[in-house]
């Protein structure tokens, strides 16, 4: 049974953070965003795959103009998470989607981006929009990366989200991007009281002096499906280029039968890790 599915609707984004893995890829040629398959296509595969819950993720989902009517159109067992930089009106999605529907919206701010002419961005905005969804019945997390030349403002956007109710969440900047950066004590020192315990691994940013092997359920229970269908356990082995599951519009698409061993758990990303079970050799 396939619990869970992380949909990268798309690896185009109107922002472009530089503590993006995604844009630091396509700086250098990789993970360039391809052409949108037709909301039936992706239909047909969810309707067929049935993921217990649905984790729309990007890029940023709403540039992917027929998403309303991914939404819309899934088998009512599906629940869906997104994760949205609200840089896009959400009119639309709120007349047409229940928020019974949705378990969640992560809202990523990105305080240097400051968004485009057709579609701005500003606290106010950003804020505005969470508050509008929250308001209509979503649950709505805010989250922010750990951007060392940003972190030490955290404090005081943790008190503007709190001072609107609205839950806040710090990631630590990812040890699998394309510019590592390993913290230095203090800044992990910094950092911990705002990070929760199932993230804190990405502080530590190095690869262990011994690496410890895993058995994943990823690809067994989980997967991590591309712009073009491919899918794989987990975003790092598609960047890594290990162990292809597949493409979900090939109408036999099959998952694994049992789970297969990661040296790798020890900068497994967050959005996988929170979805497979780890068990240790």
Not at 26 to 38: D, I, L, N, S, T
Not at 79 to 104: D, G, Q, Y
Not at 211 to 226: A, E, F, L, R, Y
């Amino acid at each position: 049974m396939l619990k869970s599915a992380i949909w990268w609707t798309t690896m185009a984004c109107n922002f472009k953070c530089k503590y993006c893995w995604e844009v630091q890829a396509q700086e250098r040629g990789e993970f360039k965003p391809v052409p949108f398959r037709p909301a039936q296509d992706w239909l047909e595969a969810w309707n067929r795959l049935r993921p217990q819950l649905l984790d729309i993720t990007g890029g940023e989902p709403f540039v992917m103009s027929d998403l309303i009517d991914v939404l819309i159109g899934l088998e009512p067992a599906i629940r869906v998470a997104i994760t949205s930089n609200l840089s896009h009106p959400l009119l639309e999605f709120v007349k047409h989607v229940s928020p019974e529907r949705v378990i969640n919206v992560t809202a990523s701010f990105h305080p240097m981006e400051n968004g485009t002419r057709s579609h701005p961005m500003n606290p106010e905005i950003f804020v505005g929009r969470c508050l509008f969804l929250q308001n209509r019945g979503f649950n709505v997390t805010v989250n922010i990366v750990a951007w060392p030349e940003q972190m030490y403002l955290i404090p005081a956007w943790a008190e503007m989200f709190r001072s609107h109710s609205l839950r806040f969440h710090v990631d630590p900047y990812s040890s699998i991007a394309y510019y590592p950066y390993e913290y230095s004590e203090a800044e992990r020192r910094f950092l911990e009281p705002w990070i929760w315990e199932n993230r804190r691994a990405g502080l530590k940013g190095r690869k262990p002096d011994v690496p410890v092997t895993v058995m994943c359920s990823g690809g067994v229970d989980h997967i991590n499906v591309q712009p073009d269908g491919s899918a794989w356990r987990c975003i790092l082995e598609r960047q890594l280029g290990l162990n292809p599951l597949g493409n979900v519009f090939d109408p036999g698409f099959e998952l694994l039968q049992s789970p297969l061993s990661c040296a790798e758990s020890w900068q497994c990303p967050a959005c996988d890790r929170d979805k497979v079970m780890i068990v240790t050799n």
